[in-house]
């Protein structure tokens, strides 16, 4: 008995590629059934995270036509880390191993094959890894070259050139759902989880149709949420930026002192301003890293759900459910 994949792909104004997409992910998922590689009650599940296009009826139809295809439709838009959170959690409920990839086919999805069988092999995670970053953009290259190294600096884990292009058993999901933060990073949390896991390199290619849903603001704000919320060395590097200031601070003071007795003094223009600009700029710096970690401190305390789900189209046992319960601060529509 073959085990049950479920793959995850969240959607944000995706319209463009939808189409096309589902067509050669049913052909792949199919042919996987046919080989007796996964069960036949796999599907492909797609996540809309609150899209202004037409994204969720093509969902409807696409389960309409083929109950393979499923769909979970949030509430209004969360952002990717969430609106994967929210599939994942979904489909945890249903399939032995989850795959989760992006709705353009950018990360190759011949290797899916390959992600099931290091599963078999008894990997609970599965790590898609890029081999090259040849189809990416040179800016796109060096900020996510610089990021990964920052990371490491830092002290977070995260595996090298690795997306949201990976396999995760259900036991490695049931894990995840006990991480309950609301500043979601999954790149830093899924190492967390332990288990055995492995490697699998793949190609990447560029998007086939409509454009990035992540842009210059939306990618620094990723940057900034991945390292603050994994390491606390920001504020270490201003504490010893600060008692190095101090010292310098007491050696000034020492100095114009004797400057002062010797009858040196002259009018210090220079050294002043430059000084306050200095002091200045780095207290600003210093106060809006802490506030960064207070902000993030804000929001946990609260733990407010990280997703809603409104609607939901899984076709399981052959019938479509329509009950509301409420689970762990998620609000399903079953
Ligand atoms: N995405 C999402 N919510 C968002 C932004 C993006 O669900 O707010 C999805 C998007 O539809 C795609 C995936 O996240 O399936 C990755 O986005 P994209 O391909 O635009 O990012 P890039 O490959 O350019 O980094
Ligand atoms: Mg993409």
Known sequence: MREVLYLVIPCYNEEEVLRETSKRLLEKVNKMIKDGKVSSKSKILFVN???KDKTWSIIEELYRRNNIFSGVN??????????????????????????????DLQDDIDVIEKFVEEYYLGNDIVYGVRNSRKTDTFFKRT???????????????????HADYRLMSRRALEGLSEFKEVNLFLRGIVPLI???????????????????????????????????????????IISVLGFSIFLISLIALIYSVMMKFLGKTQIGWTS????????????????????????????????????IIKDKLLNNKGEKRNELYVQNKEIIFK
């Open 272 to 307: 002043i301003v430059i000084s306050i600009w200095m002091i200045g700029g780095i207290q600003l710096l210093s106060l809006g890293v802490i506030g960064e970690y207070i902000g993030k401190i804000y929001n946990e305390t609260k733990a407010r759900p990280r997703y």
């Open 49 to 51: 995270d609150g899209s």
């Open 194 to 236: 332990g288990y055995k896991y492995s490697v699998v390199e793949y190609e990447r290619h560029e998007r086939f149709a409509g454009e990035s849903k992540y842009p210059l603001k939306k990618m620094l704000a990723f940057a900034i949420d991945g390292i603050t919320s994994f390491s606390i060395k920001p504020i270490r």
């Open 143 to 161: 900020t996510a070259l610089g990021f990964y190294k920052v990371m490491n600096k830092l002290g977070v884990n995260v595996v090298y050139n």
């Open 74 to 103: 949030l509430s209004k838009n969360r952002g990717h880390q969430n609106a994967l959170l929210a599939g994942l959690m979904v489909a945890k409920e249903y399939a032995d191993m989850v795959i989760s990839l992006d709705a």
